[in-house]
């Protein structure tokens, strides 16, 4: 196992530092685990290891990403039992090829200057808010009150794995585009969920 190799300490690194991204983004709360409702499930959580490789195949990288059991998640939600999951909707929208294309016409047509960014840990930041999910902290990161109960988090952001990450990491940021965002707002384009389209002295900017 990773923990057992020859680089145990560079995976120990890897999970500190998942572990600091987490609490940097306020991805959870500390709840002692005899406080969680009985009719509310507590999922589980795992640690996943994965060497980045770069030019002729050398390792670059590790990254450790900490990722919510989204199978017990669809099993809770069929179930029907806990207030957890009472409502499971997943559907988050992609651009269209044809939708991309046609901002990048746009912007050539108007002299536009184009720019791409990526979003560091994106669904770290899609916030919950329309309901409580309890997570067990993998074992490496796990921690207990001087009673000696465990800890476990309640989820304020999504976690990579759940079924509805993408969902929430959408809403999250169209919800900034079109209400938080006040020097350049954007208004969402009705036909294109992934396009957004701000007036800028009366001419529209993708």
Same mark, same amino acid.
């Given at each position: @196992?990773?923990?057992?190799?020859?680089? =145990?300490? *560079?995976?120990?690194? &890897?999970?500190?530092?998942?572990?600091?991204?987490? /609490? %940097?983004?306020?991805?959870?709360?500390?709840?002692?685990?005899?406080?969680?409702?009985?009719?509310?499930?507590?999922?589980?959580?795992?640690?996943?290891?994965?060497?980045?490789?770069?030019?002729?195949?050398?390792?670059?990288?590790?990254?450790?990403?900490?990722?919510?059991?989204?199978?017990?998640?669809?099993?809770?939600?069929?179930?029907?039992?806990?207030?957890?999951?009472?409502?499971?909707?997943?559907? @988050?929208?992609?651009?269209?090829?044809? =939708?991309? *294309?046609?901002?990048? &016409?746009?912007?050539?047509?108007?002299?536009?200057? /184009? %720019?791409?960014?990526?979003?560091?840990?994106?669904?770290?930041?899609?916030?919950?808010?329309?309901?409580?999910?309890?997570?067990?902290?993998?074992?490496?990161?796990?921690?207990?009150?001087?009673?000696?109960?465990?800890?476990?988090?309640?989820?304020?952001?999504?976690?990579?794995?759940?079924?509805?990450?993408?969902?929430?990491?959408?809403?999250?940021?169209?919800?900034?585009?079109?209400?938080?965002?006040?020097?350049?707002?954007?208004?969402?384009?009705?036909?294109?969920?992934?396009?957004?389209?701000?007036?800028?002295?009366?001419?529209?900017?993708?």
């Amino acid at each position: @196992s990773a923990t057992k190799g020859n680089d =145990s300490q *560079k995976w120990f690194g &890897a999970a500190d530092a998942e572990d600091d991204n987490l /609490q %940097r983004f306020g991805v959870y709360q500390c709840v002692p685990a005899d406080e969680v409702p009985g009719d509310e499930d507590i999922f589980d959580t795992m640690l996943l290891c994965k060497r980045k490789r770069g030019t002729g195949n050398v390792v670059t990288k590790y990254k450790v990403r900490c990722v919510l059991c989204g199978n017990q998640m669809v099993a809770s939600a069929k179930r029907g039992e806990s207030k957890t999951t009472a409502d499971m909707r997943t559907h @988050s929208p992609a651009i269209r090829c044809s =939708s991309l *294309k046609t901002n990048f &016409a746009v912007g050539v047509l108007h002299n536009m200057r /184009q %720019r791409d960014f990526d979003v560091d840990a994106a669904y770290l930041q899609g916030v919950y808010v329309d309901r409580r999910v309890f997570a067990r902290a993998p074992k490496y990161l796990r921690r207990y009150d001087e009673r000696g109960v465990e800890y476990v988090w309640l989820l304020l952001r999504a976690l990579y794995g759940g079924p509805d990450s993408g969902r929430l990491w959408y809403n999250t940021y169209a919800h900034y585009m079109m209400h938080e965002e006040t020097v350049c707002p954007f208004q969402r384009c009705h036909f294109e969920p992934c396009t957004f389209v701000s007036v800028i002295d009366g001419e529209a900017t993708p």
